[in-house]
Structure formats: C-alpha cells, structure tokens
C-alpha cells in the first residue's frame, strides 16, 4: 500500500474554504466531514484535512499561526502542464486568493503559487519529466 499523505490545515471559516477549493476543482470526502472539519481530496493518496480553528487546537498544544502574518507550511502540488499551473493560480485568484509573487521558470521546472483565503501559501509546480528522472 502506498504512503498516503494528510496535511491538516486550520480555517477561519470551514464553508468558505470549501467553498474556495471547491471553485479550484478539488473534491470532499463526506465520511470525514461534519461543522468542525473536511477532507480534501488532492489525489488517491494525498489528503488535507482542513479544520476549524477549534477543532485543530485538539491535535496541538501550540498556539495557532496567523498564516497571513507568518508562514507555517508551503504546500507543493505537482502539475501536468505549465498552463495547469497557471489555470490553477488563475482560479484561486477568481476565487478570492492572493499570489505573492510573480511565476519562477527555471527552464526544467515552472512554478507560482497563491496564498488560500487563510493565508496558507500554496505552490504549484510542472517539471519536465527528463528532470524529475534524474537520479
């Protein structure tokens, strides 16, 4: 079985952040959803759960970090295409998204990225597939 992956997120308001990663094309598994938490499918095995800000504070006993002030976690999301990278920072814009800075092309590998309704920085990246076959 395959590493599976699940990044927990806290949220200001869960509806909206459903309803942002909803406009971005991402899904939600209702058996891991109630008012206080979602699981968001990225892929078969690539999961963010995002959690109302109560909720999370049962899984740590640090204090929460304001990601518009601060960075806590850059989460990095491959892409098929350049132009997937750029329709996806496109939507999360039309979506109320921020981008914090201008796309990077490397010539091999092309990202940008955009930060959620929560201030978490999202990057998205597309590298040629000779470069991700390197050993």
């Known amino acids: 079985m395959a ?11 869960l509806n909206q952040s459903v ?5 971005l094309g991402f899904s939600f598994n209702a058996q891991f959803t109630d008012e206080t938490a979602t699981s968001m499918i990225v892929s078969d095995d690539i999961f963010v759960m995002l959690l109302t800000h109560d909720k999370f504070k049962t ?3 640090k204090e929460i970090c304001d990601a518009t ?3 806590e976690v850059l989460v990095c999301l491959s892409s098929q295409s350049r132009e997937e990278v750029d329709e996806m920072v496109g939507k999360a814009v039309a979506a109320g998204g921020t981008t914090y800075n201008q796309p990077q092309d490397h010539g091999f590998m092309y990202g940008h990225g955009f930060a959620d309704l929560d201030g978490h920085i999202w990057e ?3 590298m040629e597939p000779s470069a ?4």
């Open 3 to 13: 590493t599976k992956i699940f990044v927990n997120l806290p949220v200001k308001d």
């Open 59 to 61: 899984f740590t006993p």
């Open 132 to 135: 991700i076959n390197q050993g």
């Open 19 to 23: 309803e942002f990663f909803t406009k």
């Open 124 to 126: 998205i990246i597309y």
């Open 69 to 71: 002030k601060s960075t």
